[in-house]
């Protein structure tokens, strides 16, 4: 005997709206309030808003100093890339250039994310593999506590203790490794304003920065991995090599990046410990002078003329442009578009 087959498809009527697979149908007859969806337009539109506004306050204030920095660039009678000197005294002589003022902000923090690396993937890695849960948030949030001193606090620590310590480190680098550009003479013997100590405070003021970032990566391993290496008689340090580290790896790079970006635009420690040299640079770690931050800082007091003001502003519009950069690569590594 054949059975009849219903082929009405579902409707409404008959057992309320249909649904996914594994999706749970909401019971006959429910429909969605208006209030709900007047709320959810709402906050569509709230964070849709945020978003927008953001973007385009980076963007005016990008526009800002273009405005700003365009009539000093046409008047500057040196090349603005490749003059060594920033000289804004003489309203009606402008000379002013970005080479060195780059040389050494690209020098300290670099030196300061070299330094800072190493030191904070140990860290991570203790934190999440080796410490204990009883100790491992305490020294955490004490890690963390780096970002909350100011900076003018590190810039007093660099200047006064920090430099005295380090001297017999810079002189034993200078007296068996001089022949290395990095390590010529510069300002030697005195250390209390260079580029050496700089970078060595930035390395500490971005550490909390490029640990956490490291941290909470390398927290979110997959479980399933880290036992399936204990499984075949992994040891630790083989199950971080194996696991931890491959997954982690772009996380860590995007967390240093950040604290690059930390690094270069860092104003009143730098301003304190680098302090600006009469010699041009010469590519040594013994050397001073001034970075982007701290020049327009050492300066603004003296903004009372467009031109020179005009000047400083152009070499806010560079580090602008650069610490742009330097965030937005760190953000397609965080995202998984860059591998590490």
């Known amino acids: 005997m054949s059975e009849r087959i219903d082929q009405r498809a579902p409707s409404e009527t008959d057992s309320g709206p249909a649904s996914s697979p594994g999706v749970p149908a909401p019971p006959p007859g429910t429909r969605r309030r208006p209030s709900s969806r ?20 980076i963007a005016a204030i990008g526009v800002f100093l273009l405005i700003q920095a365009v009539p000093s660039l046409l008047a ?19 000379a002013f250039g970005i080479r060195d003022i780059f040389l050494v902000t690209m020098f300290s923090s670099v030196f300061a ?40 606090i590190y810039g007093l620590w660099g200047i006064l203790v920090l ?30 304003g260079t580029i050496f100590t700089g970078g060595v405070v930035l390395a500490v003021m971005i550490l909390p920065i490029v640990t956490a970032v490291t941290r909470e990566v390398f927290a979110q391993t997959p479980r399933f991995q880290i036992e399936a290496a204990k499984a075949l008689g992994a040891t630790r340090w083989e199950v971080i090599k194996m696991a931890t580290l491959p ?25 304190i410990v680098i302090r600006a040299s009469t010699s041009p640079m010469g590519f040594s770690l013994f050397d001073g ?19 020179p003001t005009g000047a400083y502003i ?10 742009f950069i330097v965030n937005a690569l760190a953000r397609l590594i965080a995202g998984g578009k860059v591998n590490g």
């Not at 007047?38 to 306050?57: H, P």
């Not at 982690?248 to 950040?258: D, E, K, Q, T």
Request: proline residues 6%; charged residues 10%; negative net charge.
């Open 113 to 152: 994310l070299v330094l800072a690396m190493p030191i904070a993937l140990g860290v991570a890695l203790f934190l999440t593999n080796y410490a204990p849960r009883a100790l491992a948030r305490p020294f955490a949030y004490i890690v963390d506590l780096l970002a909350a001193v100011p900076s003018i």
């Open 289 to 307: 002078g001034y970075t982007f931050a701290s020049l327009i800082a050492s300066a603004a007091s003296e903004f009372s003329q467009p031109l």
């Open 163 to 192: 430099a005295p310590a380090i001297l017999p480190i810079a002189e034993w680098l200078n007296a068996n490794l001089g022949w290395i550009f990095l390590f010529a003479d510069g300002n030697l013997p005195v250390l209390s």
């Open 314 to 323: 152009s070499a806010g519009l560079v580090l602008f442009v650069l610490t």
């Open 247 to 271: 997954y982690g790896r772009s996380g860590y790079i995007a967390g240093s990046m950040l604290g690059l970006g930390r690094a270069l635009g860092e104003t009143i420690a730098v301003l």
């Open 38 to 57: 007047r709320g959810e337009t709402i906050f569509r539109s709230l964070t849709t808003g945020s978003g927008v506004l953001v973007v385009a306050a």
């Open 76 to 94: 500057n009678q040196a090349d603005f890339l490749t003059f060594p000197s920033f000289n804004t005294g003489d309203p009606d002589n402008l």
